[in-house]
């Protein structure tokens, strides 16, 4: 399958289509919106106001219709429309994607592991499948599932995504570690959307210094090439330090997973988390490189690079001009491999472990602590309050557990309120 982009005409015209198609989609459901019209056009206006939000992304075309963001599921599947229910219609709203770890086992040694520091049990089977399905019906369009490397669990990644349902988007975040042919037809069997296969540097020698694994580079080309060959949409994720972002190795990167004919590279800005908790250098925190990556986000969604993947920068994505922080259940959150429950895996606080509370009751204590969007990163912002939790209470074990957490996020402000929310008027504080 050789991947389209569409920019320009073709881009504004799918637009025009989708539009027309969620006009009609919901004429015909009137009692989504208890009868009224007024409630009808209001959702509209909401909607395109949405929608809209993306047109600076190319479309990707993909084998179920068009992408218009790599978090929001693929045009005109059930899952689309599953999403902007549970953004418009749902009182409060619900969040579209969900991060979620099924395992902490991974041979890699990646530099910047979010999650080095957890070490507690993996939930059981059908603990993990149960809290899926409470996630599923809350709202959740979109599974991103990962470890560790979930591809070392097999049997239990593949009865995770044998059991969710249409209405959810399913990916699987890997290193490509463990991958076979025959276990990526089965994974696709069960209805897999895409994978997310990390590449930390265009140059092999710095990936496979990243990860502390020879020959990883190849392995994770040789999976984004099995992924596309049995029709899979791909993603690269890479951490690109400032060093190369400043001498024009995003260029490469880009030239790479062209070759590799990706949909989409997701270029993550280095997070002080996991095993970086604590550090300041590298962060990629200066406004002028900041700037740079986002003038490369517009650049390589515009019509003069209409034959290279859709690049989804996390600095553009999270500017106050876009999404802003969805962190905490706004449109994203996370479960780790043991059960904590936490509003980013960017954010080693938990609000409560599923082993040990129900999932409801958790979800509830989070969303509480994030009452609306706000433009602040809270990774970068409050790293360093994290951190010295860690360090005051004696701590090694992460995520931070709920009586530390309660203390910590009490006082937090994440800055002015997005205005992309704010204009939507969703949200309630």
Request: hydrophobic share 40%.
């Amino acid at each position: 399958m050789k991947t389209h982009y569409l920019t320009g005409f073709k881009k504004t015209l799918i637009y025009g289509v989708i539009a027309i198609h969620v006009i009609g989609y919901y004429l015909c459901r009137p009692s989504k919106f208890h009868w009224s019209l007024v409630r009808y056009c209001r959702f509209l206006k909401q909607a395109f106001h949405l929608l809209l939000i993306f047109r600076h992304n190319k479309v990707v075309r993909v084998f179920n219709g068009y992408k218009l963001h790599l978090y929001l599921p693929a045009y005109p599947s059930k899952a689309f429309f599953y999403a902007i229910e549970s953004k418009l219609c749902k009182e409060p709203p619900s969040p579209i994607t969900i991060v979620f770890s099924i395992t902490k086992a991974c041979r890699y040694k990646c530099q910047h592991c979010y999650q080095r520091n957890d070490q507690n049990q993996e939930l059981t089977e059908s603990a993990m499948i149960a809290t899926a399905q409470k996630m599923q019906d809350l709202g959740v369009a979109m599974f991103d599932i990962e470890g560790g490397e979930p591809l070392l669990r097999y049997e239990r990644l593949l009865h995770l995504v044998e059991f969710l349902d249409d209405r959810s988007e399913i990916w699987i975040n890997t290193t490509g570690d463990n991958l076979t042919g025959e276990k990526l037809l089965e994974l696709a069997d069960k209805k897999l959307f895409g994978m997310m296969i990390s590449i930390h540097s265009p140059d092999p020698q710095k990936h496979d210094a990243f990860t502390g694994i020879a020959g990883s580079f190849q392995t994770a080309c040789s999976a984004l090439r099995l992924c596309r060959k049995n029709n899979l949409v791909t993603a690269i994720n890479s951490v690109l330090s400032e060093e190369e972002i400043k001498s024009g190795k995003l260029d490469n990167l880009m030239a790479l997973a062209k070759e590799l004919d990706c949909d989409y590279v997701q270029l993550i800005h280095p997070k002080p988390a996991g095993k970086w908790l604590g550090h300041t250098a590298g962060m990629q925190t200066n406004p002028d490189l900041l700037a740079k990556i986002r003038l490369a986000h517009i650049y390589y969604n515009s019509s003069k690079t209409k034959d290279f993947p859709s690049l989804s920068a996390q600095a553009f994505e999270e500017s106050p001009e876009v999404l802003g922080c969805t962190a905490g259940g706004i449109d994203r959150f996370y479960l780790n491999a043991s059960g904590e429950l936490q509003p980013c895996e960017f954010l080693n606080i938990s609000f409560g472990n599923v082993q040990s509370e129900s999932f409801e009751t958790i979800y509830a204590r989070m969303r509480s602590a994030f009452p609306y969007p706000c433009c602040d990163w809270l990774c970068c912002a409050r790293a360093q309050e994290i951190y010295a939790a860690f360090q005051n209470n004696q701590i090694t074990i992460a995520p931070l557990p709920w009586e530390i957490t309660q203390k910590l996020v009490q006082n937090w402000q994440g800055g002015t309120q997005t205005p992309l929310y704010k204009k939507l008027n969703i949200y309630h504080s």
